[in-house]
């Protein structure tokens, strides 16, 4: 692991990422959170504590974005690589497809969650999805929280998979860990969107250069313009920071 504005982020390659989680499958189910988490992610919580504690109790935090593994390099992590959220999604989706491992999707508008289901039946030949469940817009209770537990656990699934946005998604997990018993409970942002068609992924060189987020922001002006305005400049400022104090 290596520290990056205070929260552990993982420091190896995607694929060790996904083999981490299907050797973790075949264990005790232990309600593990990870998080595919961004430059956003952690400025996040570099301005709010409580969200940063809820990271700090996550078993794993992927490094989502390019700029996370930019400056896992200069910490001398030679061998970071970035686990992009929808990529390690599909990767651990078709690395379980021929073994006991059953998931189960919390996320997206109307019937995104549904739509991914099939998605990966036809795509990835995955045929293990026991569930599908679309959250509110609002925060969930905890009576809430406690049926949608039990509807997981019914369904015996290994892992719960949550599309929101942070740093929702990464409460929501947390919160959902107290009533669950599976052996993840994964956030992965716009994985769901991105995989059944309701927004496009930029292109790879885009991604290689750290510049999705310009992508993102071009599809998305409305939404975005605002977040990303803040996050670029005060994720360099807070990480040159803490390289002075270093």
């Not at 961004?38 to 504690?53: I, K, M, P």
């Not at 969107?193 to 309701?198: A, Q, R």
Request: charged share 25%; with cysteine.
């Amino acid at each position: 692991m290596v520290k990056i504005l205070e929260i552990s982020i993982f420091d190896k390659r995607p694929d060790d990422a996904v083999d981490l989680v299907i050797a973790g499958c075949m264990k005790s189910k232990n309600n593990l959170c990870i998080s595919a988490t961004s430059a956003h992610g952690l400025v996040t919580a570099r301005e709010n504590r409580n969200f940063a504690d809820v990271l700090k109790k996550f078993y794993l935090n992927l490094p989502d974005g390019m700029p996370l593994v930019w400056v896992g390099k200069l910490k001398g992590k030679r061998r970071m690589r970035r686990c992009y959220g929808p990529d390690f999604f599909k990767n651990v989706i078709k690395a379980s497809a021929k073994k006991n491992i059953k998931h189960y999707f919390c996320g997206g508008k109307g019937s995104v969650a549904e739509k991914l289901k099939k998605a990966c039946k036809t795509k990835f030949k995955n045929n293990n999805v026991v569930g599908c469940f679309s959250p509110p817009f609002r925060e969930m209770s905890d009576i809430e929280l406690k049926k949608l537990g039990r509807a997981i656990n019914h369904s015996k699934a290994s892992i719960a998979w949550i599309g929101i946005s942070t740093p929702k998604q990464e409460i929501f997990a947390l919160r959902l860990s107290k009533f669950t018993k599976v052996n993840f409970i994964i956030t992965v942002g716009a994985a769901f969107d991105f995989h059944t068609g309701g927004l496009k992924q930029a292109p790879k060189f885009m991604q290689r250069l750290g510049l999705e987020w310009l992508f993102r922001l071009y599809k998305e002006p409305k939404r975005l313009t605002k977040r990303y305005l803040k996050v670029v400049p005060f994720f360099l400022f807070y990480n040159l920071k803490d390289f002075l104090k270093l």
